[in-house]
């Protein structure tokens, strides 16, 4: 026997082999069942080895006594290999096995097979990692890897965005603002591809804050007036600390965000610093005081001083012509015009002394200079130049303010004002009977529109709004509440007086009318009670038992539809809010028209055929009025032999002709007169209509099948007995027909508590007359909108002139 055959036996008996041809690495969990199969094949037996330190657990099929109970030898059927079975894998059966034939061998390492463990986030602490908004982070998540490994994941909005194995996974990212809050996910899966844990958490971004100012980051202030600066930083730290800090010295003079300064001195002008300390660094920004002596020549100091604007224009020829100063709003609502004054070249426009800082505040706005020397160019002759006049002043409340406003007892109610304030108002207080008042809850909306009253005009100026809610208990709580609005320069009060609401006031019918389906109800709203009202117009068929209704909110008229023809009605209406309902009105008798309108269409043979019986009867009377002509000559021929013999016959027969001639010539009478003038007024209003509204091209085709349909129909406007004493108003028409479909009103709104003075109503609501003349001229054109809106309206917009504008120097 050689060296090395003798070697390679002492190895066996060993139980130790340096040759070592493969090795397979099995994961098992601790309790199954393992099958080693060896994969030499081999007339010779093969020697099983295991742990601990290759122990010798068979050779052959004979296994070793210390592990007979654990495992036991078999041999593949058709090609004799050995198997090691394993009956119940343990933690004493973990570890490599070898099997040999002397010569060949394999190793088998088995593994307990476990899923990863103990995941978690690095540096997160209650779910959240905190980080800075700019700031590179570098997010990480651990996880005890199982055997085998898996993957480890990092997610958020739904996406993986770091994919890593087996026990760490890392992502880098630059936080923004809008990754404030978002929430990543953590992953851990097993070999299979199976998530095993997760864990979550919510990126918590510390903004970077941008410092600036209010009202500006340079303050402009007169000298011994109330001053305040005030530091903000857009940041979301909530424990942030802010303090002022004075140049040159660097000392802090207040240690919040707000710089006030009760009587400003000239002293206190200079540059100061605010300086914010926050989770993501400290942060400073300056701003500046500049403090106005009040200087006795000054323009601008005193309010009662008057005031000149100069408009200077520039061109050649320098001769100039002046419109009318013209003053609007910053949302170019225009106010009034105002007379210019002519020295030299310019154009000067003085303000009269006023008496109190609220007339100060009506002269703020857009001021408009117009000149011209008569050169033309494409755009026009007139050009113009802006001047935005903003002057100082105590607030003042706007004329839309309601000095009586509504709640509900034990229910929550809202005083809300409106006011304009330049500059900035800077406090409110609130007084019951004389005493400060604090138990509300105040919402406020600076920069908004509001419809003030000025020189007259309703017209949009920028202002502040605040709405106090407060809870009404008791009965007590029904008071007056004055409100103070302060500003640096003054401030300005307002009484509201806070009252019970109610049910709204029972409406006041005025006129109905009736068309074929339709009925038209036009009233007068009575108080609304302090909140939105709505109408319900009851309705039903005589004898019928149930009211049927339609409800609306708009405020003086709707049309009913659906109706039958010639069929006699009652109708009545009540109006309701958020307390109760309003008393009914008494039932009015109406009937609907008897003659119902019927579409029709024709096809393309009906036309043809209604058009040759056109052309049939145009040939008829053709042929008719030749041959009366013909019999007109005969007889002018026939004339000088009767009047020879007879005069007297002639004179007769002349007569009898000229009768004829002139029943046929005969205009029509009165009432066809009335009608096809009405169908012409009805026609041009149609037209007019028809190209200064904007109604849809739908109603305008439906309204063509109300025209020339042979009926009249007369309307008449019932009218308020005993309480409208002009007698034209609402009264369309006088004229009587056996189709009248409507009737006077007797003591509409007599009785309840809620009366109404229909006169003044009518003097302030003129486009209600306007409207219901035009519903009545167009009733056989325009068909009601069938829907719960009022009548439909005719605007007829001007048009407006168009100037090219160029510069002019405006100085005041």
């Keep these: 026997m050689d060296r090395h055959r003798f070697r390679n036996i002492l190895s066996i008996v060993l139980f130790s082999c340096d040759l070592v041809l493969t090795k397979e690495v099995i994961y098992k969990t601790l309790g199954s069942k393992v099958k080693l ?92 990692i905190i980080t800075v908004e700019g700031r590179e982070h570098n997010l990480e998540c651990m996880v005890t890897s199982g055997q085998p490994g898996g993957n480890i994941t990092l997610s958020t909005d739904g996406a993986v965005v770091a994919i890593n194995r087996p026990s760490l996974v890392s992502y880098r990212l630059i936080p923004q603002r809008s990754d404030n809050g978002k929430l990543f996910q953590c992953e851990a899966f097993n070999s299979e591809g199976n998530s095993i844990l997760e864990s979550s958490v919510h990126l918590e971004v510390f ?122 709003t910053e949302y170019n609502d225009h106010i009034r015009f105002l007379p210019i004054t002519k020295e030299g070249n310019n154009a000067i426009l003085t303000f009269p ?13 857009i001021y408009i200079c117009r000149a011209s020397n008569n050169i033309s160019s494409t755009d026009g002759i007139f050009v113009m130049q802006k001047y935005n006049l903003n002057w100082n002043g105590s607030p003042y409340f706007v004329s839309s303010t309601e000095n009586t406003q509504y709640g509900v007892y034990l229910k929550t109610a809202r005083i809300k ?49 605040i709405s106090f809610q407060l809870q009404i208990d008791t009965i007590d709580d029904f ?48 108080f609304d009670g302090g909140f939105l009202q709505w109408f319900i117009i009851e309705y039903k068929e005589i004898g019928d038992l149930y009211w049927k209704n339609q409800t609306t909110r708009s405020s003086n008229s709707i049309v009913i539809g659906g109706l039958q023809p010639a069929t006699k009605y009652l109708i009545r209406m009540f109006s309701r809010n958020m307390i109760d309902d309003s008393n009914r009105t008494d039932f009015f008798f109406i009937q609907t028209d008897k003659y119902a309108i019927v579409e029709t269409s024709l096809s393309v043979q009906s036309v043809v055929i209604l058009s040759l ?27 000088p032999a009767i009047n020879v013999q007879t005069p007297e016959g002639t004179f ?100 309840h508590a809620c009366e109404i003075v229909i006169e003044d109503y009518i003097s302030d609501k003129t486009n209600t007359h306007d409207d219901q003349e035009n519903w009545n001229l167009n009733y056989d054109v325009n068909d009601f909108y069938e829907t719960n809106d009022s009548v439909p309206q005719i605007y007829i917009y001007p048009q407006i002139d168009k100037a090219e504008y160029i510069n002019l120097s405006l100085n005041q």
């Design 479 to 526: 008071s007056s509440y004055n409100v103070f609005v302060k500003n640096a320069i003054g401030y300005s009060n307002r009484t509201i007086k806070l009252v019970s609401a109610s049910a709204p006031c029972m409406p006041t019918i005025l006129q109905i009318s009736a068309k074929q389906t339709q009925i038209f109800v036009l009233w007068i709203p009575g």
């Design 652 to 751: 007769g027969e002349s007569a009898h002709y000229t009768e004829i001639i002139e029943i046929d010539n005969l205009q029509p009478t009165s009432q066809e007169n009335n009608t096809s003038i009405m169908s012409m007024i009805n026609r041009d209003i149609n037209l007019v209509s028809a190209e200064h509204t904007s109604t849809s091209s739908d109603n305008d085709s439906d309204s063509s099948e109300y025209l020339d349909d042979g009926y009249e129909k007369p309307y008449t406007t019932l009218v308020v007995t005993d309480q409208v004493k002009d007698d034209h108003v609402y009264l369309t028409t006088t004229k009587t027909s056996d189709y009248e479909n409507a009737i006077p009103f007797q003591n509409v709104a007599s009785g």
């Design 613 to 639: 019986v056109i052309i049939i009867a145009l040939l008829v009377a053709g042929m008719g009025l030749y041959i009366r002509r013909l019999k007109e000559r005969y007889r002018e021929r026939m004339e």
């Design 417 to 465: 004002i409106k006011f304009v304030s330049v500059p900035e108002y800077t406090s409110y207080d609130v007084y019951k009977n004389g005493t400060k008042f604090a138990e509300y809850t105040p919402t406020v909306h600076r920069n908004i529109r509001l419809t003030d009253n000025i020189y007259g005009k309703n017209i949009s100026v920028k202002g502040s709004s």
């Design 37 to 128: 199969v060896c994969p030499i094949g081999t007339t010779r037996d093969i020697i099983w080895t295991g742990p601990p330190e290759y122990k010798i657990y068979a050779v052959g099929t004979d296994v070793s006594s210390h592990v007979s109970t654990l495992l036991e030898i078999k041999e593949t059927a058709p090609d004799k290999k050995s198997v090691l079975f394993i009956h119940r894998f343990t933690k004493d059966t973990s570890g490599e096995f070898r099997c040999s034939d002397g010569v060949n061998e394999r190793e088998f390492n088995l593994v307990i097979k476990r899923d990863p463990s103990d995941l978690a986030i690095v540096n997160a602490t209650g779910g959240k």
């Design 207 to 328: 903004y970077i804050p941008k410092i600036s100012f209010s009202p500006n980051q340079t303050l402009t202030v007169k000298e011994d007036e109330e001053a305040r600066l005030i530091c903000i930083n857009d940041g979301n730290d909530p424990d942030a600390n802010t303090v002022w800090k004075r140049h040159p010295t660097n000392t802090i003079i207040t240690q919040n965000d707000k710089l006030n300064f009760k009587s400003i001195n000239r002293i206190d002008a200079g540059l100061y610093t605010c300086r914010v300390d926050t989770k993501t660094g400290v942060y400073e920004d300056h701003a500046k005081i500049v403090v106005q002596c009040k200087c006795s020549n000054s323009r601008y100091a005193i309010f009662s001083e008057r005031k000149k604007m100069v408009c200077i224009p520039s061109g050649v020829p320098d001769r100039y012509m002046f419109k009318d100063w013209e003053h609007t």
């Design 353 to 365: 002394q006023n008496v109190t800082r609220k007339d100060q505040l009506r002269d703020r706005g």
